[in-house]
């Protein structure tokens, strides 16, 4: 990745939701989300699956052995002004990319979006109309509800159970990742073009509905294990906030709430916009890149493209020594 320093200087908290369900849009889920902050928030596991269950309640896992039914689940990620950031059951998970938005437009297939390892998880919170017309294409599929799905711990899995379950969640991932894909070229027309009119950001202001700003204690339990890489070093006062605002182990900072993964691609190109940073296609191998400079526009600095093109070169100078 081009070194630029990253697009977005502070905190971020990414709330994401399953591609194996229903989406819904964040007004939907909202109230459900703002107990999930609570579970996340105030616990030793800040980042552990919460669950929307069939009877409309939430809940999380908290006994050995346990079965929950559920129709989408949240999760919570969170990176700091660094990149440096935490994802499954509290691994320290290795610095997120400066600019996830790049990575995305430059996908090539939806195979690459369902199952490379940066975008298996990437998830999209879609607008009240957005999910209407899901509604309607799951519907169509064959699923007039949303599927009741089951996570257990402590239970041996049934062979036959498992393979229906798969069946069904293939099914509905293929309308959601048709759905993401659709953002990606939306995405991608957009900033493709050299001159963007004020009018035609509208979509990108839409988009930014589903981030929002709020303070964070730095020196708190989540973000002290960030920092130091996994080690924990709070006890269970620090974990539960109660800490006060006037004690010198409180440091609040502002930070970004971010619901989906293209919420977050979009809030990149934002602050890239304001900061007035160019966006380019490179001529020979078409990826979008940054620029170092207002003379370095024509070539990105991926070095496998920077490879293919001294062999072009070459190429063309020999046919030129022949001729």
Known sequence: MENFGRSIKRHVQLVTISNDCFL?????????????FNLWENTKNPIKETYLTNDGGLTSFSRKKQKINYIQKFKSEFIDRK???????????GDFPERLYLEFVRLKNKEDLANSILFKNFCAFPSIEESEKLLKLYKKAGYKNSPIFVSGRGYKKCKKSTEQVQKVVNEIKKINIDFIWGKKEELEKNISKKDLPYNKIQWLNKELENTSTFLVNKKSYIWDKIINSGKDKRDLEKIAGSDNLKRKDVSLVKSYRVYGHFALCCLELYHDIYRSQGIFICEHCGKFFLPKSHADKQYCYDEQCEKS??????????????S
């Open 83 to 93: 990149g440096r950031r935490y994802d499954n059951d509290f691994d320290f998970g």
């Open 309 to 322: 093109r001294l062999k072009h070169n070459k190429s063309i100078e020999r046919v030129k020594n022949r």
């Open 24 to 36: 819904f849009s964040r007004q939907q889920l909202q109230l459900f989300i703002d107990q999930s």
